[in-house]
């Protein structure tokens, strides 16, 4: 069988053939900040991690903690810590069966509308990108629902239309049964270039593979070692609810 050659973010793969987390990773010097959800190779695990990158003193000056069921952002060292409006927020929170992942205070958008019934795209149509002028950072969001001993997922991005900030595009994808072995990956920035442009297209469709600790190395691992910060990664055994969490901090 021949397979059509590709390039995803400059690098030359098979088209049919799934990427690695790991070597679509290896292969950006600056993703920004990323979300990836699906299943384990396994099948018995949803597979859940966001990281953080930064370039600046106050964006590098961060690391995750634990919050309850979910993390927030905290400055490493409080004497540096010059802007905290969009660097300190709760990257991830938990409401019943169902896991928020976002790249901002839109976690807390998601969360809120949840509780009185309303539903995550709902909450997501009422905020925008970034107001990080020249790049307005795209919000990427997730969410992870399991019900039944089924995974179902949605991602989202919110960006501005071509660094144009007079026009929001927001964008939504819906996931259901995902096969084991895959998930998506979706990110802030498009290229390491000024000013920082906006991640392009549907999540990129990676393959998983590993335990909880395997698989957060991977990502740690080819996460570009000058700009990585953070690292969340999450296990959640399908069939009784029960996970399992690794935090990984530069800073330490």
């Not at 397979?3 to 400059?10: A, C, N, P, Q, T």
């Not at 966001?50 to 961060?62: A, L």
């Not at 925008?128 to 020249?134: L, N, R, T």
């Not at 691992?221 to 935090?247: C, H, M, P, Q, W």
């Amino acid at each position: 069988m021949k397979y059509k050659k590709l390039k995803v973010f400059g690098v030359k793969f098979q088209e049919g053939i799934m990427i690695s987390i790991g070597e679509v990773l290896a292969a950006k010097t600056y993703p920004g900040r990323g979300i990836v959800v699906g299943k384990s190779k396994d099948g018995h695990y949803a597979v859940t991690a966001y990281f953080i990158m930064g370039r600046s003193e106050n964006s590098r000056n961060r690391i995750f903690v634990g919050d309850g069921e979910g993390i927030r952002t905290e400055a490493f060292d409080e004497t540096k810590l010059s802007d905290p409006s969009l660097i300190i927020y709760s990257p991830v929170k938990v409401i019943g069966n169902k896991t928020i992942i976002t790249n901002g205070d839109q976690t807390d958008t998601v969360y809120d509308f949840i509780t009185t019934g309303k539903c995550f795209n709902k909450a997501l149509m009422s905020r925008e990108f970034e107001p990080d002028a020249p790049n307005y950072t795209p919000r990427i969001s997730a969410i992870v629902d399991i019900e039944k001993e089924k995974l179902h997922f949605r991602m989202s991005i919110l960006k501005s239309n071509a660094g144009n900030p007079d026009c929001c595009n927001r964008y939504f994808y819906d996931y259901d049964n995902i096969p084991a072995g895959e998930g998506r990956f979706i990110h802030t920035y498009k290229e390491d270039i000024e000013p920082l442009p906006s991640f392009e297209g549907e999540p990129v469709r990676v393959e998983l593979s590993g335990n909880i600790d395997e698989f957060t190395e991977n990502i740690w691992n080819s996460l570009n070692e000058a700009n990585k910060v953070s690292l969340f990664t999450r296990f959640i055994d399908i069939k009784t609810g029960k996970y399992e969490t690794r935090i990984v901090n530069k800073n330490k």
